[in-house]
């Protein structure tokens, strides 16, 4: 598709790894693409949508989608922006020894059951940290190898990450409002403006919304707002800049949130993953 870019991070025997970037064009469903071999893909920019027959899946930062081998799926984007992706093929023996059996159908090829599953706040510092190396020639291939496959262990891992479960009505509401708090990430929503978008009470979205996330609405929101904040560390020299034009409410709300999540603050996970933003000269 036209609307497609793909830069070339890492190939090695083991690992394949692209950084896929969508401009977003073409807002309704695109005509149906198959994936020649299965597929790890970690947004890490924007949202959109995947359909798989009568199934869809809103892709965000807080997801990772599994691309199988010869399944038909459409893209759509229902919110403008576009999105970015990191792409991850693994060597098909080594998936294999990766996967949990109760993940993937039974067969020769891994195909996985599912969609797509929930990452954790880690997983997510992984797609920063081997995206950032592998685009700016720090990571060697070693080191990129050893980041993807702790990267898809961890994704796949019962213990650090989740598999959305809820009947198909609830799946379907949480993902309309996924994709009103993905529509503006730096916008103070309410609860009352995300239910009326989304068609139901706030007492019902709260609650369907942590029946299916495990997780509080309010905090999926700064996971989203979090992980933008790791795709543009190697932007902004100005991180308190960076905080407000994220809708936090001052730098040390900002800090605060993103070391409790990540384990360092903005500025030390700027130091360890070696990004050097643009520095400004004082006139």
Not at 96 to 110: I, S
Not at 173 to 186: F, I, M, Q, T, Y
Not at 200 to 214: G, K, M, N
């Amino acid at each position: 598709m036209s609307d497609i870019s793909t830069a070339l991070l890492l190939k090695t025997k083991t690992v394949l790894i692209r950084d896929v970037v969508c401009n977003g064009e073409c807002r309704h469903k695109s005509d149906e693409e198959c994936a020649h071999r299965t597929s790890l893909v970690y947004p890490y920019r924007g949202v959109f949508k995947r359909h798989v027959g009568q199934n869809d899946a809103v892709a965000e930062a807080n997801q990772v989608l599994f691309f199988n081998r010869e399944q038909g799926y459409r893209i759509s984007h229902p919110v403008e922006g576009g999105d970015s992706c990191l792409d991850l093929m693994i060597d098909e023996t080594v998936l294999h020894e990766l996967a949990p059996k109760e993940q993937v159908h039974a067969g020769d090829g891994v195909i996985f059951r599912r969609q797509r599953r929930r990452i954790d706040p880690r997983a997510q510092a992984l797609v920063a940290m081997l995206r950032h190396g592998l685009s700016r020639n720090i990571a060697e291939s070693l080191e990129g190898e050893t980041l993807a496959l702790t990267l898809v262990r961890r994704s796949l891992g019962e213990r650090t990450s989740h598999a959305a479960g809820a009947s198909f009505g609830r799946q379907k509401l949480v993902d309309r409002a996924k994709l009103v708090l993905s529509s503006d990430l730096a916008r103070r929503w309410t609860l009352a403006e995300i239910a009326r978008e989304v068609g139901v009470s706030p007492v019902y979205l709260t609650q369907v919304f942590q029946q299916v996330e495990a997780m509080p609405l309010y905090r999926y929101q700064l996971r989203l707002r979090l992980a933008r904040a790791l795709d543009l560390l190697g932007s902004y020299d100005d991180l308190t800049m960076l905080g407000l034009d994220l809708g936090f409410s001052s730098h040390s709300h900002f800090s605060a949130a993103f070391k409790q999540t990540y384990g360092l603050t903005p500025a030390e996970f700027q130091r360890s993953a070696q990004l050097k933003p643009k520095r400004y000269t004082a006139r």
